[in-house]
């Protein structure tokens, strides 16, 4: 069975990649189209040219929003203490870094331990 070719509204990858952010920020939600379009800060343009240079980078950037140049590089998205390996697909486009990496650890709670409440029953 051959693989579906990626569209994201409409558009393959190819022409995605070669609008600017202003045009592609047009094709989000309205929180990420507003945010594209107010422009991005010192620090996520400095990932974008890291980017451009190499496949891997590190970077503290969670609220960056995934664009189409940022397709087939991986990206270490730090996560409070470390760094979590992150290899950008299409299907991630318009998402931000933080999505795919949580930064929280689920408590999984079962039986109380030492000391906890237990139920008392009186005679």
Do not use: C, W
Not at 31 to 54: A, C, F, P
Not at 89 to 107: D, P
Request: aromatic letters at 4%; a positive charge; zero cysteines.
């Amino acid at each position: 069975m051959a693989k579906k070719e990626f569209t994201y509204r409409g558009l393959k990858l190819e022409q995605l990649q070669q609008m600017g952010i202003k045009e592609f920020a047009q094709l989000v939600p309205s929180r990420e189209r507003r945010t594209l379009v107010r422009g991005l800060t010192t620090e996520q343009k400095n990932l974008l040219r890291k980017l451009e240079k190499r496949d891997k980078v590190k970077t503290h950037q969670r609220e960056m929003i995934i664009l189409p140049q940022m397709v087939g590089k991986t990206i270490m998205v730090h996560m409070g203490k470390s760094y979590q390996q992150l290899l950008i697909t299409e299907e991630m486009l318009g998402n931000r870094l933080g999505e795919y990496v949580l930064s929280k650890k689920f408590a999984r709670h079962s039986s109380p331990g030492v000391g906890g409440k237990t139920k008392v029953s009186v005679k």
